[in-house]
């Protein structure tokens, strides 16, 4: 342990960003140091969860919460970042070095750690560790699908509540058969209790591949719930857009310039923040952009206005963004974060008053209006799938909000013609409807 202390001590020094993060992190890893001497802990990356509560609780002032309560996390990062080779059995792995490709990650939104501290059980906690080791090494899989994947069957393994005399191997087809009915009568959609059930299963498939386990002691298709497909009505309204357009010179300039793509051609917002310098051409007298998607993990190009087209040249010109940097960054120069751009959206709109206040931004909204005013102006749905990017049309189905409206037209067109209906005329009832 003391050596992880010197070795903390350096990475502190080396990488301190301020004088005074500095004096907290080095405050923080004395009060860890005598803390661990007294309770006799010898590997600080393997500090379990109550372990870490009791050192929280030895701060007694505010001052010192605020100060010092983050050193364990420090102190875990600068181990596994320093170590000679990989600890695949640190508590937290942090994907800064792991060294992955970097298609692997979302730039705005990347996954910076998976922990496997919650698995108070060891013996399922390796296991678990095992498992997403061949996640990362062998597959292919987003770094964010993995570690989606790894809570699901990291809050299986708590659930099963077992001894240390016995380990996820050993369940049987009855405590199984339990733990899903228990499951079942949770308050979740039935795509998100799917999940989950595949991502058992996944993990039984590994244990059963590596000889761990003789059979999958579960039948999946006896579990998996129906599923409907259901249509989210997500379009913003147009008065809301209203306001937004009238207090847009309000908003700060790179905020304006990426709430116009979610308008106007209804990018993901992972998409906005990661957009390069070459993203926009000139196509004979058409502007185009090449949008790498990254939940698609593939290009689409796409007409969009000229104004927006002129507007990014400027923008490029203006801050000297070259073909491969990011056109939205952040302060080190990586790419835009989703979360600060949410921020800076829920904020301006609420300084501006938009809906009295009460309008809640979402940015996937914008999409939802996209698909839909395509398809009232009579757009295939076809091209509408691969102008938003998707590989189904059941999913482009779901972001077109055309029932209501298409309803209310057909009545109009059918009132319209010489029918018996035609000499009828539209009334107000005793509700006002």
């Not at 800064?96 to 399922?124: C, M, Y």
């Not at 029932?403 to 013609?417: D, Q, R, V, W």
Request: hydrophobic share 35%; aromatic share 12%.
């Amino acid at each position: 342990m003391k050596k992880q202390v010197f070795t903390t001590l350096h990475y502190f020094i080396e990488h301190a960003a301020n004088r005074e993060r500095m004096h907290a992190q080095l405050g923080g890893l004395l009060r860890l140091y005598d803390f661990c001497v007294k309770e006799q802990i010898e590997d600080l990356e393997k500090m379990e969860l109550e372990q870490i509560e009791r050192f929280k609780e030895t701060l007694g002032s505010d001052y010192q919460k605020h100060c010092y309560a983050g050193v364990t996390a420090w102190c875990a990062k600068a181990l596994f970042m320093e170590a000679e080779e990989i600890h695949w059995d640190a508590n937290v792995w942090y994907m800064e070095r792991l060294h992955l490709q970097p298609e692997r990650l979302d730039p705005s939104n990347p996954a910076q750690s998976i922990s496997f501290a919650e698995v108070t059980h060891k013996g399922n906690r390796h296991l678990l560790q095992m498992y997403i080791k061949y996640g990362i090494g062998i597959t292919n899989l987003a770094i964010s699908n993995l570690r989606s994947e790894q809570v699901y069957i990291r809050g299986f393994l708590e659930d099963l509540n077992q001894s240390e005399t016995e380990n996820v191997c050993m369940v049987t087809s009855q405590q199984m058969d339990e733990y899903f009915r228990a499951e079942q009568l949770r308050e979740v959609k039935e795509e998100t209790y799917n999940k989950k059930v595949m991502c058992i299963l996944h993990f039984f498939n590994y244990l059963k591949v590596k000889g761990h386990i003789e059979r999958i002691p579960f039948d999946p298709d006896y579990y998996i719930k129906k599923t409907f497909q259901q249509h989210h009505d997500r379009s913003v309204e147009q008065e809301v857009m209203d306001e937004i357009m009238a207090n847009l010179y309000k908003f700060s300039e790179d905020t304006r310039l990426m709430f116009l793509h979610l308008w106007g051609i209804g990018l993901r917002l992972s998409e906005v923040c990661t957009l390069k310098g070459n993203a926009y051409y000139m196509q004979g007298h058409d502007a185009w952009i090449q949008v790498y998607q990254i939940k698609m993990r593939t290009y689409k190009r796409i007409p969009i206005p000229m104004a927006l087209y002129k507007l990014m040249k400027v923008y490029i010109a203006k801050y000297n963004r070259k073909a491969d940097e990011y056109i939205f960054q952040n302060q080190k120069g990586g790419a835009y974060h989703k979360g600060t751009f949410k921020n800076k959206m829920i904020k301006a709109c609420k300084e501006c008053n938009v809906q009295n206040g009460e309008y809640i931004f979402r940015s996937h909204d914008y999409r939802h209006t996209i698909a839909t005013a395509f398809y009232d102006t009579g757009v295939p749905i076809q091209s509408i799938r691969d102008y938003l990017g998707h590989d189904y049309e059941e999913m482009t189905r779901q972001y077109v909000d055309f029932m209501p409206k298409k309803i209310e037209k057909a009545n109009e067109e059918y009132f319209k013609k010489g029918s018996l209906a035609s000499c009828l005329r539209k009334g107000v009832n005793d509700n006002g409807e």
